[in-house]
């Protein structure tokens, strides 16, 4: 049965519609979110929160729509939210003096993001994660979807509301910038 027909099922009142739905996406929603966001702990959250808001928004939804569309849409504007709120706890600052009275800024260390202790038993994936969390969250998101989430190009395009070449051209430069941090540790071979 189609995503849009248990869609329309449970729109009619069917709860098992649903839990397919839940089923069928929650490991694909659950890697898009952590390679966006890279915290398991708050990805798990914004995996609920996705499901609650299909859930609750279950009229909403009009069939003309892929379901998968609607679904990451939901899930990536929750995810862009979170991005924007951490953005902007870490750029706050402690002013501390010194022994000569001088006002410095203290660093304190981010420990909400832990690669190794995120990473998916592998030390491929911490290195993948890392250079992810490196390039810009404009890039990742579409990187994500077209290559983690294989999603087609028009799908991206809904999802982030962006022109079709807009998201080419950022999925393009997105491989490129993360290729160019993960070459030490996987070599590219030039195509002869």
């Not at 708050?42 to 003309?64: A, G, K, P, W």
């Not at 832990?114 to 592998?122: I, M, N, V, Y």
């Amino acid at each position: 049965m189609s995503d849009e027909d248990l869609m329309s099922q449970f729109q009619a009142g069917t709860v098992e519609a649903f839990n397919i739905l839940v089923e069928r996406y929650s490991d694909r929603l659950m890697q898009y979110l952590y390679r966006f966001l890279g915290d398991k702990k708050r990805c798990e959250d914004l995996l609920q929160e996705t499901f609650l808001r299909v859930h609750r928004n279950r009229h909403s939804y009009r069939r003309i729509a892929k379901f998968s569309t609607w679904l990451y849409t939901i899930a990536g504007n929750l995810a862009r939210s979170e991005y924007r709120k951490r953005k902007r706890r870490r750029m706050q600052s402690i002013q501390s003096v010194n022994r000569d009275n001088e006002e410095y800024e203290m660093e304190i260390p981010d420990e909400s993001f832990s690669p190794d202790k995120h990473a998916e038993s592998t030390i491929q994936d911490h290195y993948i994660q890392e250079a992810m969390n490196e390039i810009p969250p404009a890039f990742r998101e579409v990187v994500v979807l077209r290559d983690i989430q294989q999603l087609a190009y028009d799908e991206i395009a809904e999802i982030t509301g962006l022109p079709m070449g807009t998201v080419k051209s950022r999925i393009n430069r997105g491989r490129t910038k993360l290729q160019a941090l993960l070459q030490d540790v996987y070599p590219f071979q030039e195509e002869e």
